[in-house]
C-alpha cells in the first residue's frame, strides 16, 4: 500500500520565520511529488517535482526532491501571515496516475 | 478562466435520495477524478478517467459511480447515499498521466 508521511503536523511560527516542511513517502512505481497549499477551499498546486535533487522555486516558497531517500522538502522564507494554510504533499504513481496524499501540515503565522 | 466548477457547493440530503454532483472543467484535460476529504483522513481518490469513455476505481469507490460521455465533463453519482458518505468532495482535472491535477472549489455534502 502507497504511503505518503508528512511532518510535522502541525506548527506555529511568527512573520519572518523560515520554515521546512517535510514529506516522505514509499510508493510503488513514482512518477512525481506534488505541494499544494489548502487555505478553507480547494488545494491549490504549487510543485511538482521528478527528478533528484532540482530544486524547484517561486518567491519565497522552495522545493526539492531526494528519490534514493524517498522524501521532498517544502521551505518558506521570510513566512506571512498570509501563508498560513494546510500544505499538501501527493504523490503521483502508476499508469493511472493516482495521487496519494499525506494528512497535511498545518502553518500558523503569527504577526 | 482556465477553472474547474462543481455544482452543487453544498447539499444537504437524507438516506437513499439518489444524488449526482457535477464536474466541468474548460482546459481540454484528459485526467479528471474526484476525491473525498475527511478529517484524519485525507483526500482519497475515488474514482478516475483518464479519457473518455475510460473511467476506473480508486481507493474508495463503494458507493459512488461516475460516468465520462464528453471531456469536459465528469459527474458523481451517489445511488443511494447513506451517512458515513457525508464529506467534502472534491473533482480535479489534469493534461494527462504524471501531470498535475488542478481542484474544483469542492462540494460539501451531508446526509441524514
Known amino acids: 500500500e502507497d504511503k505518503v508521511v508528512q511532518s510535522p503536523l502541525s506548527l506555529v511560527v511568527h512573520e519572518g520565520d523560515t520554515v521546512t516542511l517535510n514529506c516522505s513517502y514509499e510508493?510503488?512505481?513514482?512518477?512525481?511529488l506534488l505541494w499544494y497549499k489548502q487555505e478553507k477551499k480547494a488545494p491549490t498546486f504549487l510543485f511538482m517535482l521528478t527528478s533528484s535533487g532540482i530544486e524547484k522555486k517561486s518567491g519565497r516558497l522552495s522545493s526539492i526532491l531526494d528519490k534514493k531517500e524517498l522524501f521532498s522538502i517544502l521551505n518558506i522564507t521570510a513566512t506571512q501571515t498570509g501563508d498560513s494554510a494546510v500544505y499538501l504533499c501527493?504523490?503521483?504513481?502508476?499508469?493511472?496516475?493516482?495521487?496519494?496524499f499525506g494528512k497535511g501540515i498545518t502553518l500558523s503565522v503569527r504577526p | 478562466e482556465a477553472q474547474v466548477t462543481q455544482n452543487p457547493r453544498y447539499l444537504i440530503t437524507v438516506t437513499g435520495k439518489k444524488l449526482t454532483v457535477t464536474c466541468s472543467q474548460n482546459?481540454?484535460?484528459?485526467?479528471m477524478s474526484w476525491y473525498r476529504q475527511d478529517p484524519g483522513l485525507g483526500l482519497r481518490q475515488i474514482y478516475y478517467s483518464m479519457n473518455v469513455e475510460v473511467t476506473d476505481k480508486g481507493d474508495v469507490p463503494e458507493g459512488y459511480k461516475v460516468s465520462r460521455k464528453e471531456k469536459r465533463n465528469f459527474p458523481l453519482i451517489l445511488e443511494s447515499p447513506s451517512p458515513n458518505q457525508t464529506s467534502l468532495y472534491f473533482c480535479?482535472?489534469?493534461?494527462?498521466?504524471?501531470?498535475?491535477?488542478?481542484f474544483g472549489p469542492g462540494t460539501r455534502l451531508t446526509v441524514t
Open positions: 501527493a504523490v503521483c504513481t502508476g499508469a493511472n496516475s493516482k495521487l496519494t
Open positions: 480535479a482535472s489534469g493534461p494527462g498521466q504524471g501531470y498535475a491535477q488542478y
Open positions: 482546459m481540454n484535460h484528459e485526467y
Open positions: 510508493v510503488t512505481n513514482f512518477r512525481s
